[in-house]
C-alpha cells in the first residue's frame, strides 16, 4: 500500500502565502512525477503544477509566477508554495504521485485525500 499525506491547507486573505506538503509512504520502489491538482466547487479537477524526478517543472497558466512547486526525493515529498492568493484560488488541493512499486512492473497514480484552500477578499 502507498499512502499521501498532506498538509498545509487553510484560509488566507488575498494576496497571503500558503505551502503545501505532501509526503508518499509505503510500497515504493521509484517515483516519477509529482503535482499539485484542485478542485473548484462546480467545476472539474484541473492541473495545477507538476515536478519530474530530474526536477523539471509544468505550471498552469493560471499560476505561473506566484506558485512554486518543488521536491524532497529523499523524503519522497512534494511541497508546493502558493504566493500572491486569490479568491480563483480556492479549492481542494490534491497531490498526485506516479510510480512504480517494485522494479519493472507497471506504473501507479496514487492521490492524496485533498486539502482545503480557502482565499478570501
Known amino acids: 500500500q502507498v499512502h499521501l499525506v498532506e498538509s498545509g491547507g487553510g484560509l488566507v486573505q488575498a494576496g497571503g502565502s500558503l505551502r503545501l506538503s505532501c509526503s508518499a509512504s509505503?510500497?515504493?520502489?521509484?517515483?516519477?512525477?509529482m503535482g499539485w491538482y484542485r478542485q473548484a466547487p462546480g467545476k472539474q479537477r484541473e492541473l495545477v503544477a507538476t515536478?519530474?524526478?530530474?526536477?523539471?517543472?509544468y505550471y498552469a497558466d493560471s499560476v505561473k509566477g506566484r506558485f512554486t512547486i518543488s521536491r524532497d526525493n529523499a523524503k519522497n515529498t512534494v511541497y508546493l508554495q502558493m504566493n500572491s492568493l486569490k479568491p480563483e484560488d480556492t479549492a481542494v488541493y490534491y497531490c498526485?504521485?506516479?510510480?512504480?512499486?517494485?522494479?519493472?512492473?507497471?506504473?501507479?497514480?496514487?492521490w492524496g485525500q485533498g486539502t482545503q484552500v480557502t482565499v478570501s477578499s
Open positions: 515536478i519530474t524526478s530530474g526536477s523539471g517543472s
Open positions: 498526485n504521485v506516479r510510480g512504480f512499486r517494485f522494479r519493472g512492473g507497471p506504473e501507479y497514480d496514487w
Open positions: 509505503g510500497s515504493i520502489f521509484n517515483i516519477n512525477e
